[in-house]
């Protein structure tokens, strides 16, 4: 997503959104109360939202603050995610959660934004759903 969009903003909204689609059936299967099942579902619909309206110009500081806004949401659910596995899952996802929390709130403005957001998410969200499909190998909380 992140390699694309920076060649192609079409492509890596497209990815993005296909992206965002295929996580949605995991929420189900993964630990965590009604409130952070909820917070997956609003990250995982409402991000493919903000990609859909990439993809239709709605405009690059729009999607952005929307963008921003979302990501609370997923740091909600990871953070509750990983609370409820444990183990590396959580000892890598609870960063992560943090990291996008407080990208969200603190860094969205600053110069380089994107390129931080890149840096911290895609080496954790890599390593946190290689985690969560060890998790699943393993038979642990997160039940198919």
């Known amino acids: 997503m992140f390699g694309l969009k920076h060649r192609n903003l079409f492509a890596g909204d497209v990815a993005g959104l296909i992206y965002h689609l295929a996580l949605i059936p995991l929420i189900e299967h993964l630990p965590g109360g009604p409130e952070v099942k909820f917070a997956g579902y609003l990250w995982l619909y409402m991000d493919a939202l903000v990609d859909m309206v990439s993809i239709n110009h709605i405009g690059e500081k729009i999607v952005w603050a929307l963008r921003m806004g979302v990501h609370l949401f997923a740091a909600i659910w990871i953070c509750g995610v990983s609370w409820g596995l444990g183990g590396a899952a959580m000892w890598i996802g609870m960063p992560l959660g943090l990291f996008l ?39 642990g909380s997160a039940q198919l």
Do not use: C, K, Q, T
């Open 101 to 139: 929390a407080v990208h969200a709130i603190f860094l969205a403005d600053v110069s380089n934004s994107r390129a931080i957001l890149a840096i911290g998410v895609v080496p954790l969200m890599s390593a946190w759903l290689v985690a969560l499909a060890l998790s699943f190998l393993m038979g």
